[in-house]
C-alpha cells in the first residue's frame, strides 16, 4: 500500500477533512494519530479505523498548547516509534468577519490554532524527521490563502501567513529530505462551514459543485506518499476550478 510502514499524525483527525484524512491514511496502511480537541470524536474516528482493520490511536489534544503537543509527539513515539508524515490540518474559521467586525481577541484564536500551533508542533517533529534523514509535512492552508474573499481578515492572513511558513519550510528543509507542501481547498462539505454552505453560490466555481473530504484525503494521501517524492513547498488548489478565473 502507498503508505505502508508510515506513521502520520493529523491534528484535527476527528471531523471533516481530518477524519477523512485519517481515513485515507489508515487505509493505505498507515498507522494513524488522530490529535484533537474533541476527545469523544477522535476516539469515535480512531476505533472506526480499528474496526476497518487499520491502525490508529486517539489522542486529546489542544494544539493551542504546547504541553499538549509535546505529549503528542511523546505518545506518538511510545506507542509507533517515528513520525513520517504530519498532516497541520487543525482550523478555525472566522465566519467571513472583515477587519473592522474583527475583535484582538478573535484575531488572536484565528492565528493561535491556525498559524502558531502549526509552528509549535512542526518544531516538535523536525527533529526526529532529520535525524531519521526524511519525512513528510502537509500543511492543510485555503484557497483563502491565495486570494481573497473565501474569508474574513483574520482567516484569511492565517491562511497565507500558513502558505509562507510552508515555503519556508520547503526552502529550508528539503536539504533534509523532508517534503513539504500545502493543500489549498475551495469550499468543502464539513462541519466547520455547514451553516454558511447555504448562502455561498457555486456558480463561481466551474465544476458548479462544493468539494468533499474525501477528494481532499486523496490529495493528502498522494503528497505524502512517495509518489509526490519531488513536490516541494507546492500549493495544491482543490477547489473545482475556483482559483483559475
Ligand atoms: P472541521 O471543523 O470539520 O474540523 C476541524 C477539527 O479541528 C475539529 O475536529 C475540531 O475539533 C479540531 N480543532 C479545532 N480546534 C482545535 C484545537 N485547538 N486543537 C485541536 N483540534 C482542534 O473543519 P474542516 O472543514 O475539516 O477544516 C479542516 C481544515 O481545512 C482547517 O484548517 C480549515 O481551515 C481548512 N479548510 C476548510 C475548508 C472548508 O471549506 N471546509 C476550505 C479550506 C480550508
Redesign the pocket.
Known amino acids: 500500500m502507498r503508505l505502508d510502514n508510515k506513521v502520520a499524525i493529523i491534528?484535527?483527525g476527528?471531523?471533516?477533512?481530518?477524519r477523512a484524512e485519517a481515513e485515507a491514511f489508515a487505509a493505505e496502511g498507515a498507522r494513524v494519530v488522530i490529535?484533537?480537541?474533541?476527545e469523544v470524536?477522535a476516539e469515535e474516528a480512531a476505533a472506526g479505523i480499528r474496526s476497518a482493520g487499520g491502525t490508529a490511536l486517539a489522542v486529546r489534544?489542544?494544539?493551542?498548547d504546547e504541553q499538549n503537543l509535546e505529549n503528542l509527539v511523546a505518545r506518538t513515539i511510545a506507542e509507533y516509534g517515528q513520525i513520517d508524515v504530519l498532516v497541520n490540518?487543525?482550523?478555525?474559521?472566522d465566519k467571513y468577519a472583515t477587519s473592522l467586525e474583527t475583535a484582538g481577541a478573535q484575531w488572536d484564536f484565528i492565528f493561535n490554532?491556525?498559524v502558531k500551533s502549526v509552528f509549535n508542533l512542526t518544531n516538535l517533529v523536525l527533529p526526529g524527521m532529520i535525524a531519521q534523514g526524511g519525512g513528510s509535512i502537509v500543511n492543510?492552508a485555503?484557497?483563502?490563502g491565495l486570494v481573497a474573499g473565501k474569508g474574513g481578515a483574520a482567516y484569511t492572513a492565517s491562511k497565507h501567513a500558513i502558505i509562507g511558513y510552508t515555503k519556508h519550510l520547503a526552502a529550508t528543509y528539503g536539504k533534509d529530505g523532508i517534503k513539504i507542501n500545502a493543500i489549498c481547498?475551495?469550499?468543502?462539505s464539513?462541519?466547520?462551514?455547514a451553516a454558511s454552505l447555504a448562502d455561498i453560490p457555486t456558480d463561481a466555481i466551474p465544476l458548479r459543485r462544493f468539494g468533499e473530504?474525501a477528494e481532499v484525503a486523496d490529495l493528502a494521501v498522494f503528497l505524502a506518499s512517495d509518489e509526490a517524492k519531488f513536490m516541494q513547498g507546492a500549493m495544491v488548489p482543490i477547489d473545482g476550478g475556483f482559483t483559475i478565473q
Do not use: E, R
Not at 185 to 188: N, R
Not at 190 to 193: Q, S
Open positions: 491534528t484535527g476527528a471531523s471533516g477533512m481530518g490529535a484533537d480537541l474533541n470524536m489534544t489542544d494544539v493551542t490540518n487543525a482550523g478555525v474559521f490554532i491556525n492543510i485555503s484557497v483563502a481547498p475551495g469550499t468543502i464539513t462541519p466547520l462551514i473530504s
